[in-house]
């Protein structure tokens, strides 16, 4: 138990002498991404491995005396970033470290052997580039690009120990702010630093410290949002997963500050290991004095629970989730009263989601300067992205704001695969849009997002490639919505299903330019006159692709087609009679007899019989079968 500063200081010391003491630690990337791909058989392996091999001990603690064996360390580490090759290993020796992907159960005894026991480094198990071999993380491009404050410890340590933690500075920030400063100058720090709130709505972080702090006397609340609800977003999960620490003393010090002493963690249901993990972090921490009563041998005190969350999208809202926690459905609450005046149990309430509590620890330790020289004028430090959809390095992104979408997209995430042409990019999720290539060159900031219809949110940044189709994506995302949405405003419960049977029949091949213009006209007045943020924001993908994808729309309604073949009712697959050799390759592999021609002569395809599935476009050796030829809209009268 930590009583006093000089106790935490004789910890760290003694944490960091536990490290030094590992001739080797075997590094698994045991975040829900590597684990999906058997990243925990991986590390049952080599646990075993080292257990069987003489001359070497397997320790999870260290602490001398081991009879001049070898000391290992295996540890599962939290996402280590480059999630498209997992699973992911590293080996580490001192400062040396082997970035290892793609990793097998197989490949596990000879890493011991030629890497853990020896000093050699397996070729096949790296990442390349070209010509060029990558042994260590740090010089993969993918990773060389960033900058990483949040994710700095994610893979880097074992994230289920608070030792390791403390190795790492831990804590250190949270001792600095009840010891060094006073409650106003926290405060201070945070809102001098620039922090704005990384959950989507960009409030900045000092202010909403204030507002809650303002109500003097009474019992108050903290409250960390987990409930990362956003299709393809996984940021707060992996943060959670891989420094659960981290999290806990960004909400101590935002305790502290407001003069709260009892907190709550609302983690989505579905984030069973973030849950685990979070559990035991919060039961060590009680265990060494940095939460429960005293904290540190202060007149400081905190308690913090985990709510587990249902599912729901809107419970991202604040209001939503206080209502949750409070034990009733989770439905939105008019603003104001805001939390900070009447929040959890009718107390002021501080609500900030993971990456924003994440960055806490780090700007007190380091001062509000250093965080605000990254980033741009009106948003300032870094924000994690997830990089998915048609691109090639799928993983964990952090920048520094005001990065282009370009560098992301083409630096950092490879490009798109096999050659295909970028289309859009969706940041915001449910709630933002759909950016057209036109754009690629903006700058990612919560200002220049807005500017162009669409917005940061939580940080998921999904690729889409010239095969997609926007008027289905927006369908998706619409849909997505409908389902989520908690019913309590008209706008939003019949708006929405209104706005989405629409975009259903232009998708059927049953819609008309009519639909077009109701479309438009609902998705603003939804925007007017929705209750909550989920509502207010749900048009948003709607209007960017019927912006942006003008022509898209049209085709859709007046020459009923789909270029992209998602929409099957408007997809029209033709074989092209230059390309045409006669093999018969595709009318052995379409399903149900759609295309006749003698062998050796242009085949063709009967459009009353396809079912566009794609079979003959995959197998067809000549790039002979795609999309048909689409005639020439005018656009001239099209003013959605």
Known sequence: MIKTCEELNQARVQAQLEIQS????ILVCSGTGCIATGSHKIHERFEDLVKETPGIELVFSPCGGHDGETVVGVKKTGCQGFCELGPLVRIQKGDKVIQYIKVQPEDCAEIVEKSVLGDEVIERLLYKKGEKVYVQPDEIPFIAKQTRIVLENCGKFDAESLDEYLASGGFDALKKAMFAMTRDEVIDEVDRSGLRGRGGGGFPTGRKWRFTAANKGGKSYIVCNG????????MDRSVMEGDPHKLLEGMA???FAIGADEGYI?????YPLAIKRLRKAIADAEERNFLGKNIMGSNFSLEIHIKEG?????CGEETALIASIEGERGMPRPKPPFPANKGLFGRPTLINNVETLANVPLIILNGADWFAQMGTETSKGTKVFALGGNVNNVGLVEVPMGTTLREIIYDIGGGIPNGREFKAAQTGGPSGGCIPKEHLDTKIDYESLAQIGSMMGSGGLIVMDDTKCMVNIARFYLDFTVSESCGKCTPCRIGTKRMLEIL???????????????LERLAFNIKKSAICGLGQTAPNPVLSTMKYFKEEYRRHVITYECEAMECKALAKIVIDSEKCRGCDICKKVCPVGAISGEPGKVHAIDQSKCIKCRSCMQKCPFKAIGAGQTAQVDMSNFQC
């Open 22 to 25: 590992y001739a080797c630690r």
């Open 227 to 234: 409930d990362e609800g956003d299709p393809g977003a996984f």
């Open 253 to 255: 010090i935002a305790a």
């Open 266 to 270: 609302y983690v989505r249901a579905e």
């Open 310 to 314: 249902a599912g729901a999208f809107v």
């Open 504 to 518: 259903e029949r232009i998708c059927e091949g049953n819609g008309t330019e009519e639909d077009l213009y109701k």
